[in-house]
């Protein structure tokens, strides 16, 4: 199985510079230049991030969409352009937020955006679609993410961007801690709790408690498992994640004949227990 870093493979990289209001290719953002060697005051030197967030572009002609991608970048977000829909490479990529262009109907990457939101609701939430009149009028988009008519105002482009996203920040808080039965797993503390009891898991432990968890019962194989967890790259046997699955159920007291918590799939791998 691919990584989201051998998969990737956008268009360009953009970062921003303030003084110059362009986007430029490079993989980062130049360095300030200083006061002396410019004549400008410090007030007029470009500032550094202090922390991004990544949104890749869609798009068959990301030109058309300049002056947003340079806004956002000015913005401190991290942006990847691709010019073609690929499932492969959505499903891959870890980024805060997609922005699908479909304001051209015939090109074809709008039937596969249309296809793949419609089968994940987790990434309908995390998607805006740049639409024109057609498209907006298109009950076919209705629920696939948020519409934002194209083109539009720079300010009010970044204006829903930044909302979606604030938006999403804080159902992320509100969504923190998950529950199956009487456990209940914190992702921001990394906690595992039973009861007022907290479980003392590894890492490990805890991502596979946690990858169980967002499962929703679906069977996770060993070798997904073992892929998500240490790579493709991974010499190790399958049987590491028995090593780990037993660690875990001794300290939930989970017993694998009659299992409360993680269940046993013969010859395949592991899933919740009913």
Known sequence: MQTSESVMQPLMRITYSQTEGTGTADAERPAAP????????????PFLCAQTKRVAVISPFPGSL???????????????????????VMNALAVDLFVFDVTTADWEGVAGIREALASDP????????????REMADSGFTGLGELLPW?????????????????????????????????????????????????????????IL???????????????????????SFAGGSNVVDVHVKSLRKKLGDNPAAPQYIATVRGVGYRLAD
């Open 34 to 45: 200083t006061a002396s060697s410019t004549g400008e005051t410090g007030s007029t030197r």
């Open 66 to 88: 300049h002056p947003l991608i340079n806004g956002l970048a000015g913005e401190c977000y991290d942006v990847l352009v691709f010019h073609r829909f690929e499932s492969q």
């Open 122 to 133: 987790k990434k309908q939430a995390r998607s805006v679609l740049l639409g024109g009149e």
């Open 151 to 207: 083109p539009t105002g720079l300010q009010e482009a970044m204006y829903r961007i930044e909302r979606k996203l604030s938006g999403l920040a804080d159902a992320e808080e509100e969504n923190s801690v998950g529950s199956f039965k009487d456990l209940q797993i914190d992702t921001k503390k990394m906690t595992v709790m039973r009861g007022s009891s907290r479980i003392e898991c590894t890492k490990t432990e805890y991502e």
């Open 210 to 232: 946690l990858m169980l968890l967002q499962a929703e019962g679906a069977v996770l194989s060993r070798d997904e498992i073992m892929d998500r967890i240490w790579g493709s």
